[in-house]
Structures are given as C-alpha cells and as structure tokens.
C-alpha cells in the first residue's frame, strides 16, 4: 500500500520564551531540550476508523511535536500502519472484503479523522505492507546476533535474555501477552513469552517472499524496523552501531498505555538485539477512554469514532477541547455531557476571539505554554483561556485577539 500523510498543518511562532518540556515518564521525570527530537508513535491497525482512544493518543503526541518546535527543536517524526494483522485479516474475512481495501478505506478514513482534528502528519507515515525489505535484513541480522530460533514455519524471537527489564512479574506478562495477540502456550518454544517474528503462510492468507520463508512479520519487528529506518536513515543497522554507546536509538516511544506490554517492551528488546544499543530514552503513554462510566471497547461494541461525531455535527475543534480537558496520562471517561461543555466553552472563547478589545495576550500565551512544559497540563492550559475570557469579558483593553487565536493554535492545535 502507498500512502501519504495528510496535508501538513502552519505551525505559528508565538512572541514567547518556551520553557523546555518536561514530562513524568515510567522511569522519572524527561526533560527534552536537544536540538532534535526522534518521536515514533504507533500507528493503527486499519479495520476500524479512528475511535476516541485513538484521538487521545495522537493528539497528546501532537501537543508534545507542537511543542518540542515552538521551543526550536526540529522534530523527526514517524509513525506506522499495521495493514497486515490478524485483526485486519479477521474483519475483512467477517465482511467479505478484500482485506487490502479495508486497510485502504480505513487508512483514508484515519487521514481525514487527523486532518479534522487538527494534528500535524509525520514526515514519515509507513504501512507494514511497504516495510517488508527492511523486516527481512532485521530478522537476517538477529539471526545472525543469536536471537533467533524456528519452530514449524515459523520463526520466533527469543526474548531470554531482556526478561530482567520486564515491567511486571513473569507471570503477569505471560496472561497479559496471552490476552493481547501472543501464544505463550505454543509447544515447542523457548520462553512462554518469545514473540513471532515472522510467520511462516498459512492456508490463503497473504503472504510475501522473503529468505525466512513465504510469510508475513509478527507485529513488534515492524514497529522497531520502521522506527529505526525512518528515524535514524537508510543505514540505521549499521549507523545505529556507529552511535555513542551511552546514547539512545530515539527519543520518545509512544502510543496507548495498552501497549507498555508486550508492544513497547519486545519493540525496544528487538531494537537492543539489533543494534546493541538501548531503543527510546522515554516512552509516554496515554491512558485509556472509557464511556459513560465503562470501559470503551471492540467486545463491548461502545467505541465512539471521531468521523460518526463529526458526521452528525460536532465540530472537531470541540472534540479536541474535550479531549483536552483532562490530563492525557489517565483514563478517563467520555461522555455527552463533557462534549456539550466543552461546546459552551469553545463557543465563549469564539465570542471572545470576534472582539476588537480583549485582555492582554502575552501572559495568557505563557500561562498556557507554562502548564504544558509542566507535563503536558491541559487542564490548566484550558482554564487559563477561560479566565482570559473573564478578564476579557469584564475589563478589556487591547487590541489582541489576533495574536490569543494564533497561540491557541499553536500551542493546543486548536484553530477557532
Ligand atoms: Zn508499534
């Protein structure tokens, strides 16, 4: 599949000191200050459109892009489609589609999702079907590191010797892996908890040619590969080694906290077979939205999708408040009352931005971006516009709304 990312997005510079960014990660508190950012965020698996757990995610990656460039950092940016997976391939059988329609559709559907909700594109938006050259010299160079072992078909990563970092207890992962698209009871393998590789065709699902076999990757060597190739360069295997020992390969992993384990941590343990060296020097992971009180899943079939929502009328900038009110790292609920409210305050703040005469912009602009360097605090953020529009309302006194409605854009994305 050939893709492009949706059309870039103007990002304008704020008269304003941008304080460094610094946010709680799993291991402490990242502050970021290079002159460049790595960032790789995990894309979808394009079977169904973009939900609101998807929004939150990329959205709070685009605050921290927004952010890390307003403070003069050039940031590399990449991220994935899984159009080959289980999932993918179940859904499309479900439907009686062609599976690589599917991806496509949903892909476009993703795009136009992204574009509405006002999130600037990676430089680099990569399908796993595109990827395929770059799996294959990976498995060839782990094979060749000794992490490598097959059974049937099949060739399975063994994970041994990274078990030490494992962010819960053996036996923890081992339901959790059983319960988010690994084997750990296949007879045969090392460890319970070695992902596949590659896996080897089965009966009419797709497949390509490769020197492991006529088969398809497991999903963790596609996220490393493509974060690796798109964010180091066409020589990452070798550039990558040639790299200080005591510097990270990239510098922001993320995506939804549902992937800390297994996706990001056998991610980072097959970059580190690789390579040598260790994979991100932080992860973010954003917390889960629920519904009205529940669990927001596939199974339960509540998911919300931000294009049924526009589809009947919201207005993307008022999900995105919404999304926006309350902090990306918790799980939260979404409900119909939280997007009301968050109507009422985006319709306030529109009043506001329409007048000749408001309050000051300048120490609203630091306010905001103040409580984003603080970990992304956008509750804050939000409350400070609404205060601007009290002060706006009751005493206004300069000729300023221009430049309130351009740092809102660039700071929170949202263009009102
Ligand atoms: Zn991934």
């Known amino acids: ?102 991806a496509l559709t949903q892909v476009q559907l993703f ?24 799996v294959e010299s990976a498995i060839s160079r782990l094979k060749v590191n000794g992490f490598v072992y097959e059974l049937g078909k099949d060739l399975y990563f063994d994970v041994s010797s990274f078990l030490d970092s494992l962010p819960i207890s053996v036996d923890e992962a081992v339901a959790v892996f059983a319960s988010r698209g690994g084997d750990p009871l296949r007879e045969g393998k090392k460890h319970p908890l070695d992902p596949v590789l590659w896996i080897g065709n089965r009966d009419d699902e797709p497949g390509w040619k490769s020197e492991h ?62 390579t040598g060296r260790e994979f991100s020097a932080s992860f973010i992971h954003t917390g889960m939205i629920g519904l009205d009180g529940e669990k927001m899943s596939k199974s339960k079939g509540n998911l919300v999708f931000v ?22 790292s918790e799980d939260r609920m979404w409900s119909n009352e939280l997007l009301l409210n968050a109507q009422n305050k985006v319709d306030r703040i529109r009043v506001n931005l329409s007048k000749t005469e408001v309050a000051p912009a300048l120490p609203l602009l630091r306010e905001i971006s103040n409580a984003l360097a603080n970990n992304l605090d956008t509750e804050k953020a939000l409350q400070s516009i609404e205060d601007w529009c009290t002060a706006s309302e009751n005493a206004p006194s300069v000729d300023e709304a221009g ?8 700071l929170l994305g949202l263009a009102l």
């Open 307 to 328: 294009s049924k929502l526009i589809e009947d009328g919201c207005d993307p900038m008022v999900i995105r408040f919404a999304l926006m009110s309350s902090h990306y």
């Open 111 to 134: 795009q136009s999702d992204m574009s509405a909700l006002h999130i600037i594109p990676p430089q680099s938006f990569v399908p796993a079907t595109s990827a395929m050259d770059l």
């Open 403 to 410: 430049l309130v409605a351009r740092g809102l854009d660039s």
């Open 1 to 102: 599949m050939n893709i492009s990312p949706w059309p870039s997005i103007y990002l304008p510079q704020l008269p304003i000191e941008i304080a460094p960014l610094v946010l709680q990660t799993p291991f402490g508190e990242t502050t970021y200050q290079s002159a460049e950012t790595k960032m790789y965020v995990c894309g979808i698996t394009p079977y169904d459109a973009t939900h609101l757990g998807h929004a939150a995610t990329y959205l709070t990656f685009d605050l921290i892009n927004r952010y890390l460039r307003l403070q003069g950092s050039t940031v590399k940016f990449a991220e994935n489609i899984t159009d080959i997976d289980e999932p993918l391939l179940e859904r499309a059988q479900r439907d009686s589609v062609d599976w690589k329609s599917l």
């Open 213 to 274: 076999g006529f088969g398809r990757p497991g999903w963790h060597i596609e996220c490393c590969v493509i974060s690796l190739r798109y964010l180091l360069g066409a020589d990452y295997l070798d550039s990558a080694r040639s790299l200080g020992d005591a510097s990270f390969l990239i510098d922001i992993q993320g995506g939804g906290s549902d992937l800390i384990f297994p996706h990001h941590f056998m991610s980072a343990a097959q970059a580190k077979a690789l």
